[in-house]
């Protein structure tokens, strides 16, 4: 593995937080914040409690491949309606 994310602040984290994140990723840990380690658990736990060996759905994939290339939830979000009027207009033909 060439390079790889160990943590993940946002860009509303305050000083102190980001502080701590950044010693936490310093001293081996990973730190991805309350949220995402929530929104992570509940992945984890669906994925137990399914008979699908697949921990993300092909959207959710989708989106994971977006914010890895560094496209802002802006860009995302204007991606995924783009797709789904394309989707409206095929749907029409």
């Known amino acids: 593995?060439?390079?790889s994310a160990h943590g993940f602040a946002e860009k509303s984290?305050?000083?102190?937080?980001l502080?701590?994140?950044?010693?936490?990723?310093?001293?081996?840990?990973?730190?991805f914040g309350d949220d995402n380690t929530k929104i992570l658990n509940i992945a984890i736990k669906k994925s137990?409690?399914?008979?699908?060996s697949e921990l993300l759905t092909g959207?959710?994939?989708e989106i994971?491949?977006?914010?890895a290339e560094g496209l802002s939830t802006r860009?995302?979000?204007e991606s995924l309606i783009s797709v789904?009027?394309?989707?409206?207009?095929?749907?029409?033909?």
Not at 64 to 67: A, G, H, I, N, R
């Open 59 to 61: 959207r959710e994939r």
């Open 75 to 77: 860009l995302i979000s």
């Open 1 to 3: 593995m060439l390079s």
């Open 19 to 31: 502080k701590d994140a950044i010693q936490e990723v310093a001293d081996g840990a990973t730190c």
């Open 84 to 93: 789904l009027k394309l989707l409206k207009i095929t749907a029409q033909i």
């Open 64 to 67: 994971l491949q977006l914010v």
């Open 13 to 17: 984290a305050t000083l102190d937080i």
């Open 48 to 52: 137990k409690s399914s008979r699908s």
